[in-house]
């Protein structure tokens, strides 16, 4: 992690700190929605700015949309804005303030003591860089698309997340789900689908037993994957843990593949996993603290 140097305020605006940070699409894009004026001229303002290596990561295709698109555009860029000078150290963890895009709020959240912090699950790689107006945090990956949905909105707009949805309402966690904040390990329907024929029909003849399955599938707080390392040891609302491995890119929990990370959702977070989590299948041992925080 770079910190930038507190207390050092420079004759430049944010825009042009972020130009200096090796954020010149962000600053070109910035133009190209017409709020350079205000960023430039107005403030104090917390900008999140992504790298250029970020955008590089960006499909041509929602490039070539925001390059058409004015409204989306400047939805995108407002999003990356904050109002204040908010430096990373008056951050707790899971804390969402409000961005300059009325009714989207940027979830920030500490991890391993604060050695990783993130911005709505982007990795923030340069903190607290002082500019005329404001300060500027420099991201590892766009903010993009903006969290929308809630957790459950989600499941159920998501074909592949069908049973998923259903099995929540089952099991009567439909008003839970809609709290939190929340990691959800969701099981894509292939993986509902590997279960042994009668297996979700047995486990549903009672209301606990129900409840268990599913709740071992969820985190109170949000986890988003540059906050989990290899060993990680989380407690789940059912009560066990699950253990995080990392391995040559790959990120498993427990036996389950991650096959996407990190769907931004407004209570949380989304990793759609290719099995169903087995209370059963879970290798016992010493519960480690939790790594959040």
């Known amino acids: 992690v770079v910190a930038g140097l507190l207390g050092v305020v420079s004759g430049r605006t944010v825009v042009q700190v972020a130009h200096d940070l090796h954020a010149t699409t962000f600053t070109s894009l910035v133009a190209k929605a017409g709020l350079s004026h205000q960023l430039g001229s107005q403030g104090p303002f917390t900008l999140f700015a992504p790298s250029d290596a970020a955008f590089a990561k960006i499909s041509s295709d929602v490039m070539t949309k925001l390059s058409h698109d004015k409204d989306l555009l400047a939805k995108v860029i407002k999003y990356h804005v904050a109002a204040g000078k908010q430096l990373m150290s008056s951050f707790s963890n899971d804390i969402e303030i409000g961005s300059w895009e009325n009714g989207y709020k940027i979830r920030i959240n500490r ?5 990783v912090m993130t911005a709505t699950g982007s990795n923030i790689s340069s903190r607290d860089n002082l500019g005329s107006n404001g300060v500027v945090h420099l991201l590892d990956d766009v903010m993009f698309p903006l969290p929308e949905n809630s957790i459950l909105q989600y499941c159920a707009s998501n074909q592949n997340l069908t049973q998923l949805t259903y099995s929540f309402v089952r099991a009567n966690l439909q008003y839970d ?8 390990f969701a099981p894509i329907e292939a993986a509902f689908d590997a279960l042994p024929t009668g297996f979700l ?3 549903f003849l009672t209301l606990s037993a129900s409840r268990n399955l599913l709740q071992y599938h969820y985190i109170r707080g949000t986890y988003y994957s540059a906050g989990l390392m290899d060993g990680d040891k989380i407690q789940t609302v059912q009560g066990t843990d699950v253990v995080i491995h990392k391995t040559n890119g790959a990120v498993m929990v427990e036996n389950a593949k991650v096959l996407q990370a990190d769907i931004k959702v407004t209570n949380g977070v989304v990793h759609l996993i290719d099995k169903v989590l087995l209370v059963t299948d879970h290798v016992s041992g010493e519960s480690l603290p939790q790594s959040i925080g």
């Open 177 to 184: 789900i809609q709290g939190g904040p929340f990691t959800v």
């Open 111 to 115: 991890y391993h003591n604060g050695q």
């Open 201 to 203: 029909n047995t486990e």
